[in-house]
């Protein structure tokens, strides 16, 4: 909105630039050139998302993404000013009143401007580069991850499975201290009976352990989906016949919203994704609820259990 507020007000006064001297145009091309700067440095902020119109970034991916497009707004803001005023200055000085017969450049002044005009945008072009390669790199370096979680687009719905090996001592109440889950799975549909944050809502999130890196396969049962949450910088296609890996994870405890991005039939509209990341120790609870063993049930068994031997023991 400020770009384009600024836009409005330089044609609102272009003639003031084009009819007056070189030395005002100049003054205002530096506090064009000051605003930008202070705006380079506001992009640190993680206020930037909301200034751009962004939800709160949840991971440094989301971060990151927001980063090179304030980086990339300021430099386009800068080739911006920089073409407007050179056409305010050469409407200016080299206007028919002021030029009544055509001026030729000098052979070293078209060589400097030939080189200029390749080593300038070859430099922007390097200079976004750079980033960008940076970014899609760090998205493919691969990683431990703890477990897995499958995801497959429906229409018009999500499915989801966990595959995890997770291991579990609960003071010794559960024998096996190495319990390997595999079919935690369920479907996640529209809530239709939500009232806040409709059509966002589902009847079954995705519950995730916070600062924990997740392997996430998403692939499609029918026609073409697409899995995206805009607070975890993610947004893959689920395409049948094909699967495609990312790493999932989330720095902040939260609920995370999105939303099938890829025209997929006429219920695209209500296939909603709902993300939840917990504590450590909250995801395990889930987990054993999911499987139908209750932490609590069974520490509190185990206490019954006890103080009845206790019990039966003074009465010997």
């Not at 899995?227 to 902040?252: E, T």
Request: charge should be negative.
């Amino acid at each position: 909105m400020h770009i384009i507020f600024i836009i409005m007000f330089t044609f609102h006064n272009m003639n003031k630039f084009i009819f007056s001297n070189f030395k005002e145009l100049v003054f205002f091309s530096i506090y064009i050139f000051i605003i930008a700067f202070i705006f380079m440095f506001y992009k640190d902020s993680i206020d930037f998302a909301t200034f751009m119109g962004f939800p709160k970034p949840a991971n440094e991916t989301m971060f990151s993404i927001i980063s090179l497009l304030s980086e990339m707004t300021i430099l386009l803001t800068f080739i911006l000013f920089g073409v407007l005023i050179t056409l305010a200055y050469i409407i200016d000085v080299y206007n028919a009143e002021n030029n009544p017969f055509p001026r030729h450049f000098e052979k070293t002044v078209e060589s400097t401007l030939d080189v200029l005009f390749v080593v300038f945008p070859t430099g922007v072009i390097i200079y976004l580069l750079i980033p960008s390669l940076g970014f899609i790199f760090n998205n493919e370096t691969s990683v431990d991850t703890v477990f897995d979680l499958d995801v497959v687009g429906h229409q018009w719905y999500w499915s989801y499975e966990y595959n995890l090996s997770i291991g579990i001592t609960l003071y010794d109440l559960i024998s096996d201290e190495n319990t390997l889950f595999n079919k935690i799975e369920f479907d996640s549909l529209l809530d239709q009976e939500s009232s806040i944050n409709r059509l966002l809502q589902v009847d079954k999130r995705i519950i995730i352990p916070v600062h924990t890196f997740i392997k996430a396969n998403v692939t499609s049962h029918d026609v073409i989906h697409s899995w995206a949450v805009p607070q975890l910088g993610i947004k893959y296609d689920a395409i049948p016949g094909r699967l495609i890996s990312f790493i999932l994870y989330s720095n902040v405890v939260g609920i995370f919203y999105g939303q099938c991005s890829e025209l997929c039939g006429v219920n695209h509209a209500f296939m909603p994704i709902c993300i939840q990341s917990v504590e450590n120790d909250i995801f395990l609870d889930w987990i054993l609820l999911s499987i139908n063993i209750n932490p609590s049930k069974i520490i509190l068994d185990s206490i019954f259990n006890i103080d009845v031997m206790q019990t039966l023991l003074q009465m010997d």
